[in-house]
DNA sequence: TTAGTAATGAGAATAATAACTATATATTCA
DNA sequence: TGAATATATAGTTATTATTCTCATTACTAA
């Protein structure tokens, strides 16, 4: 499972391993610190490298978010995010891709759509809850 | 036409007629190199500065893109962009705001959704052609 | 006119990420 | 198997966008 002119290491192996094994979306940091709890004297450029590599082989998927770090996901099918902009928390969403509007795009304007963004942001549920009291 | 406290430098009031004059939807570096024509020792700090001053009385947007830098909108009305990947520009698009797709998420998540951010990206018009030659 | 407040320019600080480099592993092929 | 080659690593430095600091300047309102 290897793609020519590529390897998989003890780190990269590592570094997938932890991206699929949470659904908490997480930044290069979170992977690094994780990380090193394995492999102590691993180093963030190594991530850094990784997560690339792996976002290219289209095993994960980078969410690179406006302004702050970005974020990694091991589920690469098609879905959107919703952020908390209390807690921070990235939470899936199980809506339907909406191609329509790429074609909505294209037919009004003529440009060529290749994908769309789409992010949600607002307050979670829990957090809903916990402003109440 | 000052909010309390705040002051409408020849500075600032430079930074807000830049914005406004262009449709290209600049940087901050960009209005950086315009501001020096007109008031040679502006600082960059100043220019930022007073982006995010304008941006928070809501007379100019920040749009904040993904891995590069922010992009400044005099155009506050709801409206969606289409970035070109090849000429990296950035297009209005006149498409309406699509408010139902939050009330589905609020529907099927619970979490109260506050805002959107939908982009579309891929080749545009001029490019487009340009590249079949 | 003066005291107080806000904004400025210049430069340093920060934070995320990429690039560099010498060393260490793999892999390939004789 | 072992030398030759290619790729990855750790550690470090560089880059880039943005924010912060601070001494100085410019308004503002009594």
Redo the contacts between chains.
Sequence with gaps: MSVAGTRLTKQKSLILDLILGTKCHPTADWVYQEARQHIPDISLGTVYRNLNALANQGLIREM????SS?RYDGDVSQHYH?T??SCGNV?D???EA?TM??N??EE??????????????????TC?IEEKQ
């Design positions: 690179n978010y406006a302004g970005s919703f908390c902009q939470f969403l199980p809506l909406f509007i790429d909505l795009v009004q304007e003529g440009h060529s759509v290749e994908a769309h963004r789409l992010e949600f942001y607002g307050t979670c549920k809903k």
